[in-house]
């Protein structure tokens, strides 16, 4: 089948509430590529509406982190949008393969992923819609965000929760502020990056429940078990910060640009930060210091910057840390009283005990007289 006379379809490699994505190969220019047809059984009249917008947004975007688009137009009657196809398969597919994901894989999946969000976010584009399913794996491991603008329209959490198909692609990575019927922005992307990457590493989303509003009320109170008790093997640090994505408040989680930052630097890894210089007569003392979370349970810093994790490492020689606890090494001098204080504590001793005397005095003196 030769779509708009230059698009041929060869099979099918996904379907959707919306449409239908086939391999194809262009041959004016000579590559393959994947078309996305619009479904056109009406079911759905602001169907067109959003696959325009789906392309116009995705149009905008060009980064090694997002799927490209390449072309849009109408074809008997059916919308139709060329995108860039991608040879491996999604982030769902891999779980479902290999279980879960080794915490070298996961930095990876994370810091590419969050490329490609800060990217969108610097344009003003809130995906509203990342899942497993939506971020795909070439190759060679390199992670590609899809389908920007398909969720952009689902504001409100019963009307995405209750569309076809919705229930596991928003419901299971929907932001607090999402279900508590707050527009979606550049945070509630980070939360729902945050409930992939705890599914990766756990193999489960954070939150699960057999209805949608037992659902949306886990999001919004329940603070998410840290991914070790159901047998994750992440470094302190990286789970810190995980659970910083999930804070309830979208405040207190870190922006895509600096999560990019913090996994691509590796702090993920739990390396300690270098030591200040050493002042002159200073010892050593390891003081564990609490990391200090969110007031709704979680594990979340306000305003976590890119270097925030490296903080949870323990430092050298030092007990290892529990997770979510900071560990930093400080130098305390040793501290010895000088003349001047000792004189001045035992002046201050000997005034109390004079006041004592003096007052006891006074008070048989009086009793005396009276």
């Given amino acids: 089948m030769l779509v708009a006379g230059r698009y041929r379809l060869h099979t099918v490699i996904g379907r959707g509430g919306m449409g239908e994505v086939w391999r194809a190969s262009d041959e004016v220019l000579g590559r393959p590529v994947a078309v996305k047809l619009l479904l056109n059984d009406g079911a759905d009249a602001s169907a067109a509406g959003r696959f325009r917008l789906e392309a116009q947004t995705s149009a905008r975007l060009h980064h090694p982190h997002v799927v490209g688009t390449f072309d849009y137009g109408a074809w008997e009657d059916r919308l139709f949008l060329v995108m860039e196809l991608i040879e491996g398969g999604s982030l769902a597919e891999e779980l479902t393969a290999g279980g879960p994901l080794a915490a070298e894989r996961l930095a990876r999946v994370a810091r590419e992923a969050a490329e490609g969000l800060a990217a969108a976010h610097a344009l003003g584009i809130v995906h509203r819609d990342i899942k497993p399913g939506n971020l795909l794996s070439d190759r060679a491991g390199t992670v590609r965000i899809a389908d920007f603008g398909i969720a952009r329209f689902v504001d409100d959490p019963s009307a995405g929760l209750t569309t076809t198909g919705q229930i ?3 419901g ?8 508590i019927g707050t527009p979606a922005t550049s945070a509630s992307d980070m939360y729902s990056l945050g409930c992939v990457l705890y599914q990766l590493t756990v193999g489960r989303p954070p939150f699960e429940a057999t209805t949608a509003t037992a659902l949306l009320y886990q999001h919004v109170d329940a603070p998410p ?3 070790h008790q159901r047998g994750a093997a992440l470094p302190p640090a990286f789970e810190a910060y995980l659970l910083s994505m999930l804070a309830k408040r979208p405040e207190d989680r870190p922006t895509a640009r600096q999560a990019a930052d913090w996994f691509g630097g590796g702090a993920w890894r739990g390396a300690p930060e270098p030591l200040p210089p050493e002042q002159p007569g200073t010892g050593h003392v390891p003081f564990p210091v609490p ?8 594990y979340g810093g306000s305003s976590r ?3 925030d994790g490296r903080r949870a490492a323990a430092a050298p020689g030092a007990p290892a840390a529990a997770s979510g606890w900071n560990t930093t090494v400080h130098r305390v001098p040793p501290r010895r009283p000088g003349l001047r204080t000792s004189l001045r504590r035992h ?4 005034a109390v005990v004079g006041g004592a005397v003096v007052f006891v005095s006074a008070l048989l003196v009086g009793m005396t007289l009276f």
């Fill in 225 to 227: 078990v840290p991914p």
């Fill in 347 to 350: 002046y201050r001793a000997v």
């Fill in 172 to 179: 299971l990575y929907l932001a607090p502020e999402r279900a």
């Fill in 305 to 307: 910057g890119p270097d």
């Fill in 168 to 170: 596991v692609g928003t």
């Fill in 291 to 298: 990391y200090r979370g969110s007031s709704h349970g979680t």
